[in-house]
């Protein structure tokens, strides 16, 4: 189990790395051209593209978050690994739901 997550956790860095310089790309071209919030949520409502990009963004730091925080309370917290794993899913969880909301407030009708 410990060598899966290693190779998933593996994974989900790849797919984040794109997913963060364009992210972080949105971010400087909406500072460079002055858009408000309200700009850019105009520019973000309804886009299915954005929320599939975003949604994937979400799902994809839950998982690697989790992973990571499984293996930091074993091998830092000396937490037993069942412990940890119930842990690492509550946090998964937490930031799906949180991001999730975050994205609908953003592409979807407003404020969840």
Do not use: C, K
């Not at 975003?54 to 690994?81: C, D, K, M, N, P």
């Amino acid at each position: 189990m410990t060598a899966r997550l290693f190779l998933v956790q593996r994974l989900t860095a790849v797919i984040l790395a794109p997913l963060v310089l364009v992210h972080l790309g949105v971010i400087v071209y909406a500072v460079r051209n002055g858009l408000s919030a309200g700009e850019i949520l105009d520019r973000t409502r309804g886009s299915l593209g954005w929320a599939a990009f975003y949604g994937g963004f979400v799902l994809t730091v839950s998982v690697h978050g989790a992973i990571g925080l499984r293996a930091a309370l074993i091998e830092w917290g000396g937490q037993g690994r069942r412990t940890a794993a119930r842990v690492a899913l509550a946090a998964a969880l937490l930031l799906l739901v949180l991001g999730l909301r975050a994205v609908w407030a953003v592409v979807g009708g407003g404020a969840p």
